[in-house]
Each structure stands twice: as structure tokens, then as C-alpha cells.
């Protein structure tokens, strides 16, 4: 059964990157991301702009899902073309080649406990 | 007055069953999960399957949720065909027979206060 | 300029009353709740219909929003015609006789820190 | 290439300022924002009218999210006609003259740990 879905374009307007952490290791850094889900046969060519409040946007930053992979990436791992600022205002919109599944997760860990949201992103 | 509503497949793109817990009952283990509501006249039979970032996908995972019933389950309670590992990232299709309404939540208490974090599931 | 705005029928996939709580007050005790947005300028009749795991479904259970307001309503708090039990699993359908706009929120204050999580509701 | 995309109303039915803190700087004081992406070429101009459990709407409170950038607002820091009242229940309907893309975010420090809730608005 062919189960791919999605857009092609997908928005994220609350981007931030917490500027610390209590945790101590990769899974409890804090951190900002996009899983993207390719249920379909064809890789997806990603490339990901991030606009800003006071500047240019920058990117593309590119990235490959292959077919039938999901991929999470951080965008406080990003660095080319330029790491991705922390404490700092950001949004991010996302173009795929093929239809994907983008969702949008934080966990903030500065304070001693860690929070979480997740939302999926805006499909366009 | 018929309340059949929903969707036939909804995706999760941000699949992950946190590797811990400080909980000390079912309540509050870490968990990562799927709540569907059948709000309709006929059983729906639901397929779920998962996708990984390196591996092929599992699955099918198999579960009916009866007529004008709903059912939270958790990822990290799925057994057959296999287990889905912890601290591992993955995503979900879930397909049913009939329309349905699929929402994900993550509950993770690795550290000392629990994190919540929910979104509707993305209808295809 | 009229906002009347959203769909006549909504559905929570995930309905759950956490069965304890660390604050001492209303608003931090542990709670699940639609926020209702009412913007147009004819009343709101609303009807919430709670589906379970493994009984009937209970309701309706009646509320107005007038116009031009919003009303944030706790589950934990409906009586009529029957409370809704904590510690269990459910979901709910919520109609209108005019478009409203329904979010679904969560505060579980079980441990120590609150925990909190919130989505759209989905529309149909 | 073009990304304008959006939508020109979104509604966030629930609003609430938590009224304290735990957090000692601008990022960890409890707030509710929403964030704005205008991936467009036009500057847009917003207008967010809030609404109330027991009297007549506020606003418009006006902001102007320039082309290719974002914006972050907090509901507690508007002032202009009126502040937002905190612990209070409210909803919000945010209009624009060209498309964006609305999240909504809630940062809630009132216990000793933050928590964190998101979710796409929802566009009309």
C-alpha cells in the first residue's frame, strides 16, 4: 500500500533555541526541531529558509529523507550555510520536492525540569 | 444524531518514547501515544505502522477501536509484531477502515516534574 | 466587521483528568478544558458529548456562549447529567448551532511543576 | 521564489496570562504570545481584537510584521488601547491584509518549573 502524504510546503512561526539546559546529555539538551515523515517512495529534497525579525532570511539549509524514513533534525545542530542563533526570535518555512509530514517539537530543559510542546506545522 | 467524523489515515511525525521515567506508577511512566475516537456506528479497524530513520518500517500494528468508542494506547505498550524501541526516533501512519479522529500526546517524566506535550494527528 | 468564524462541530481525541495536584487553588489544580470562541453575533448552544473505552457515551451536556464572547469550561467541572470520572481515558465531541472555534488545553499538576499542553481541536 | 503563504485570519480561543513567575528575566516570565511569519514580499499590516467571558471585546491592537520577517508578541506586553488583564480568561481573532502564518505559544513559570504549551492557530 503506497502511504505517501503530505505537502509540500510547511510553515513554522514560533522558532526559539532556550539558551540553556539543566539536562546533561544529547536527549535532554534543550532544543528546537522538525520530524519530517516521507511515507512515500521517492526521497525528499528539504530545504529549509528561517526568516527573522530584524534581518534576512537565511538558508536554504538542505537535508535528504529518504524514502520511507523519517528524519528529526534540531535547528541548534544547523550549520550551513550559518548555525542558527539562540535566545533569539525565529520562524521557519520548509520545501520539499515530494509530500511530507512536518511537526514542530521544543523541549526547553533551563529550568529543572524539563517542559515540551509539539504542534504540527501549518501545511501551505 | 450520527457523530461519524474524522479521517481514514492521520499521520505522526514526531514519534519518540522517552528512555526513562521518575513516576512510579502506569500514570506517569514516560509514554508516547495515540488516542482515536470512533465516533461512528461501525467498529473501525486501525492499522498502524511505523517509520524509522535507518531501518525499514514496522508494522502492521493491528487494534480495533468498537463503534462510538475511543482508545488511548501507547507506543511503548505495542508488542506484535515487535516492540518499538525507546530513545529512538520514529513516526507513525494509521490507517482505519472507517473515519476516525487521532490525536498524539507524550507524556515524559525523566526528570523529577513531568512534561505534556499534544497535537491533533494530520489528516491525509 | 463581523468575525464569525470556525466550524459547527469539533472533536478531542484525548481526554484525560489528571486524579491529583500539587496546586492550591483553581488555577493550578489539575484540570482539562475547551476554550470556546464565540465571534459572530448570534448566541452559541452548545452540546459535548463524552465517548468512553468501554461503556455509552455520556451527554449532552449543555452550555451558551454568547455572542462575541468566549467561555473556557473544565471537564472536571461538568455535573449535568453526570460528572465525568478522572483517571480515565476519553474523548469528546462538541456541536454548535453556529460556527465557534474550539482549543483543548490540559494542566496536569500531579508533580511538583505544572505541566501543560494545548491544541486546536479538529474541525469537521 | 516566492514563500508567501498563510492565511488572512486566524482565531486562538484559548488566551490566558498566568499571574506570576518563577523566572527572574524577560525569557522565563510567564507569557502568551503568538508568533507571525510573513514569508511574503508585502509588509502586513495586523489587527488582533481579543474577547472576553463577560464584556465587550478589546482592540484592535495594531502591529506591522514587515516582509520576509516574523514577529513574536506577548498578549502581556500590549498596551495600546488597553492592557490584556492577567488570569483572566480571553480568546483572540488576528486579522492581516496579506497572508501569514499564526502559532500560538504559552510559557507558564508559575511553579518552580516552566511549562510550555503550543499549537498552530486556526485559520478562517
Redesign the interface.
Known sequence: ?N?A??HK?W??????I??GS??NSR??VSHD?I???N?GDQDAHIEV?I????R??AGPYRMTVEA?????VRFNEFTDPEPVPH?T???S?I?SNVPV????????????????????????
Chains 1, 2, 3, 4 share one sequence.
Do not use: N, W
Open positions: 500500500m502511504k502524504a503530505g510546503r510553515v513554522i512561526a514560533d522558532g526559539y532556550p539558551p539543566t539536562g536527549p535532554l526541531a520530524c519530517i515523515l511515507s529558509t526568516f527573522f525579525a530584524d534576512e532570511p520511507l524514513r523519517t528524519k528529526h535566545d526570535d525565529y520562524a518555512v520545501d509530514v512536518v511537526q514542530h517539537t521544543r523541549l526547553d530543559s533551563r529550568q529543572p525540569a524539563l517542559a515540551l510542546m509539539s504542534t504540527i506545522a501549518f501545511p501551505v
